[in-house]
């Protein structure tokens, strides 16, 4: 059931908050109604507020959250929202992602770089804790590409990429300049099943589960059999995403952390969902997202995190391909 913002508004009664007041932006992509509806289950039905600027997807909808139009360049109207709904914390998640950012890179520019400039003011000015996610995208083709550190060498030739360190290094800046709590991780690519991708360059790995779940199963993939890439399912993405922001600010000894969970290759998937589909079939057509995987890391060394604020995946390639066959099956059957 959808919720409007009228009842959000009338339930806060004062100006110092127990419970965090979340607004995510961008919230009907692939990641922000699976993070509204860990967000009201943790902190009760008036925590969150979604908004974006298409109607509210079936994920934020089922999430049962809030939804408030916001077109997140807009400064005054990302304050006010700020504002009338005493929020304390933004997750700032509207962002073109790789593939569809070099169709249109001017778009990517101005979305990706202007909303993370009015979202750290807006952070800035209201005092609220802000994360925005990084990429494995933030990596390029000069980056040691196995076990990636924390800090090494950021020359990504996306303009997503760009965007990304634009976003990493404005933060961090805003941090030290002016006190803002600015917390961000380096997402893998995410696998999911309640929402599809947006048009990034791992997109292939949720394709594939969906095209063995057709009655032919068939898939065509975008990048070589061997392309092995940073991934990880969404359960852990948005359990390190609350972890972060809410740990002890003392124990951040950085702002931005680099998550690693699996790496696999489209073979490895296809081997995986054999297990359960055995007729799956795969074939290759590399397009223009093959250069982009081949800019990006295998794999990332994410010790900070484990060490600063006990990150920990729980799920294996086995465990995620049984859970997404099972509930993409389910979902296609009419029972989810
Ligand atoms: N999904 C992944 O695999 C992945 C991996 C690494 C990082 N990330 C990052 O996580 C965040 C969320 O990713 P996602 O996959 O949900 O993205 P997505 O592309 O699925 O969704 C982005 C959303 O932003 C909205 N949007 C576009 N223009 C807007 C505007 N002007 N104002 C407000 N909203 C606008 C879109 O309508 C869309 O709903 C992004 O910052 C992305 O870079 C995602
Ligand atoms: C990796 C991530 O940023 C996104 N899934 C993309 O491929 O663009």
Not at 80 to 99: F, K, W
Not at 239 to 262: F, H, P, Q, V
């Amino acid at each position: 059931m959808l919720r409007f913002s009228s009842l959000f508004v009338r339930n806060a009664s004062s100006n110092s908050f127990s419970m965090p007041r979340i607004l995510i932006t961008g919230a009907n992509g692939q990641l922000g109604g699976e993070l509204a509806e860990a967000l009201r289950g943790r902190f009760g039905p008036d925590a969150v507020l979604c908004t974006d600027i298409r109607v509210p997807a079936p994920s934020v909808q089922s999430s049962g959250a809030y939804f408030r139009y916001l077109d997140c360049t807009n400064k005054d109207d990302f304050a006010r929202l700020v504002v009338e709904h005493r929020i304390t914390h933004i997750v700032h998640y509207a962002a073109l992602l790789s593939a569809i950012g070099e169709r249109n890179p001017k778009e990517a520019l101005h979305l990706n770089m202007r909303g993370t400039e009015v979202a750290l003011e807006v952070a800035q000015n209201y005092g609220s804790v802000i994360m925005i996610p990084s990429s494995i995208a933030a990596f390029g083709p000069t980056t040691p590409r196995m076990n990636t550190p924390n800090i090494t060498i950021q020359r990504p030739n996306t303009i997503y990429g760009v965007s990304k360190v634009y976003a990493e290094l404005l933060g961090e800046y805003y941090h030290k300049r002016f006190g803002v709590d600015f917390r961000c991780v380096r997402y893998p690519g995410i696998i999911s099943w309640k929402s599809a991708p947006g048009g990034g360059t791992t997109d292939w790995s949720n394709h594939a589960f969906f095209a063995a779940c057709e009655p032919q199963s068939a898939y065509t993939c975008f990048v070589r059999p061997d392309t092995k890439m940073p991934l990880m399912y969404v359960p852990d993405c948005i359990k390190g995403t609350i972890d972060l922001m809410l740990a002890d600010e003392k124990k951040l000894s950085c702002r931005t952390y680099n998550l690693n969970a699996l790496s696999f290759s489209p073979d490895d998937l296809a081997r995986a969902i054999r297990r359960h589909v055995p007729h799956f079939k795969i074939d290759y057509a590399p397009d223009m997202r093959q250069a982009i995987a081949d800019s990006w890391p295998v794999s990332l060394d994410d010790a900070d995190a484990r060490r600063d604020w006990g990150w920990q995946p729980q799920y294996s390639l086995e465990a995620l391909t049984a859970d997404m066959l099972q509930n993409i099956m389910a979902q296609r059957a009419g029972k989810k």
